[in-house]
């Protein structure tokens, strides 16, 4: 199984325009609830009650929101790129710049877990980080990350 099993194309968003932590989640939902046939307003409660919890700003410019839902069918990600950056709560307490939405059914713990070490052992990488933050595009992001995805 690779990231780009659950990245849809729709689910890529290269100039995100939100300027805040609420506005960039509901902005990576909007396309993930269309093709899960979730609510948009139930996904976007879901993740803040998790960032309630603690930041899924872990720094670096690096923002993983996640959560599970009951009524998702699969598992299935988001891609988000801000070019101005913005005020997540970051550990750091820097601008995040590139995010990953994770969204998975109720009873999938062990492949949640699985995908969220997978994408933060890819974002350690400064390299990879640097290339996302310079895509043009969809296709940049998709060649991008299919460079560095590997099997788990």
Same mark, same amino acid.
């Given at each position: 199984? @690779?990231? +780009?099993?659950? /990245?849809? &194309?729709?689910?890529?968003?290269?100039?995100?325009?939100?300027?805040? @932590? =609420?506005?960039? %989640?509901?902005?990576?939902? /909007?396309?993930?609830?269309s093709i899960? =046939?979730?609510?948009?307003?139930?996904?976007?409660?879901? *993740?803040?009650?998790?960032?309630?919890? $603690?930041?899924? #700003?872990?720094?670096? $410019?690096?923002?993983?929101?996640? #959560? =599970? /839902? =009951?009524? +998702?069918?699969? *598992?299935?990600? #988001?891609?988000? %790129?801000?070019? &101005?950056?913005?005020? !997540?709560?970051?550990?750091? @307490?820097?601008?995040?710049?590139? !995010? !990953? *939405?994770?969204?998975?059914?109720?009873?999938?713990?062990?492949?949640?877990?699985?995908?969220l070490a997978?994408?933060? @052992?890819l974002l350690?990488?400064?390299?990879?980080?640097?290339?996302?933050?310079?895509?043009?595009?969809?296709?940049?992001?998709?060649?991008?990350?299919?460079?560095?995805?590997?099997?788990?």
């Amino acid at each position: 199984m @690779k990231i +780009l099993d659950f /990245l849809y &194309k729709e689910t890529i968003i290269t100039d995100l325009q939100a300027t805040d @932590k =609420k506005g960039v %989640l509901e902005e990576l939902t /909007l396309p993930v609830a269309s093709i899960a =046939k979730v609510d948009h307003k139930e996904l976007v409660r879901v *993740l803040i009650e998790r960032e309630h919890l $603690g930041s899924t #700003g872990i720094g670096g $410019g690096i923002g993983i929101p996640h #959560g =599970k /839902l =009951k009524d +998702l069918f699969s *598992l299935i990600l #988001g891609f988000g %790129l801000s070019r &101005k950056g913005v005020s !997540f709560d970051a550990i750091d @307490k820097k601008p995040t710049y590139i !995010f !990953f *939405l994770l969204l998975t059914p109720d009873n999938s713990a062990g492949i949640h877990l699985r995908l969220l070490a997978q994408i933060s @052992k890819l974002l350690k990488d400064d390299a990879f980080k640097n290339r996302l933050l310079e895509v043009s595009g969809t296709e940049d992001v998709i060649r991008t990350i299919e460079e560095m995805d590997e099997e788990f």
